[in-house]
Structure formats: C-alpha cells, structure tokens
C-alpha cells in the first residue's frame, strides 16, 4: 500500500509564510509528477502547482511569485513554501503524486489525506 501524509498546515497572518511537506511512503517504485491541489469551502479543487522527475514546474497565475515547490526524490517528499499568503489563500491543501507501486507495477495517482491552511487579514 501506498500512503501520503501532509504536515505543516496551519493559522497565519496575511503577508507571511507557510511551508507544506508530503511524504510518501509504502512499496513505491517510482514517482512520477508531484503536486499541490486546494479546496476552499463551497469550491472545486484547484491546481495549485506541480513539479517533473525532471525538476520541472507549473504554477497557477494566482500563486506565481509568491509559492515554490520543490522535491525531494531521495525521500520521496514534495514541500511547498508559500510566502506572502493572502487570505484567499486559505483553503484545504492536498498532495497529489503519481506513483509506481509494486503491487501495480503502473503508475496512478495518490492523494494525501490534506492540511489546513488559514490566513487571516
């Protein structure tokens, strides 16, 4: 089984920072795209950013400038630091990573379980 547990959530003022890790773990072969999602009350989840084997990365506009996401392949780990947070920001975040698991030996995706991040103005 595979297994992605989200830490780093919680309560900020607007204009600072949060950092979000997501770890997976299990019988994993491989891992593909890595990602960030959130919902916020009453809406659809959104794409947030994600980031290749290859280092590659993909933003929405909404969070350009302001989040960075990075992983860490050795650990099989994705961060997000999200730097001048907005309280339009505050939503439910979740991981998303595509995974090689033994028992598949094909790759689908994996969603965490999800944070809480709240900004306050």
């Known amino acids: 089984q595979v297994q992605l547990v989200e830490s780093g959530g919680g309560l900020v003022q607007a204009g600072g920072s949060l950092r979000l890790s997501c770890a997976a773990s299990?019988?994993?072969?491989?891992?593909?795209?890595m990602g960030w999602y959130r919902q916020a009350p009453g809406m659809q989840r959104e794409l947030v950013a994600t980031?290749?084997?290859?280092?590659?990365?993909t933003y929405a506009d909404s969070v350009k400038g302001r989040f960075a996401i990075s992983r860490d392949s050795a650990k099989n780990t994705v961060y997000l630091q999200m730097n001048s947070l907005k309280p339009e920001d505050t939503a439910r975040y979740y991981c998303?990573?595509?995974?090689?698991?033994?028992?598949?030996?094909?790759?689908?995706?994996?969603w965490g379980q999800g944070t809480q991040v709240t900004v306050s103005s």
């Open positions: 998303l990573m595509t995974i090689a698991a033994v028992t598949t030996l094909s790759f689908n995706d994996y």
């Open positions: 980031i290749t084997r290859g280092g590659s990365t």
């Open positions: 299990g019988s994993i072969l491989s891992i593909n795209l």
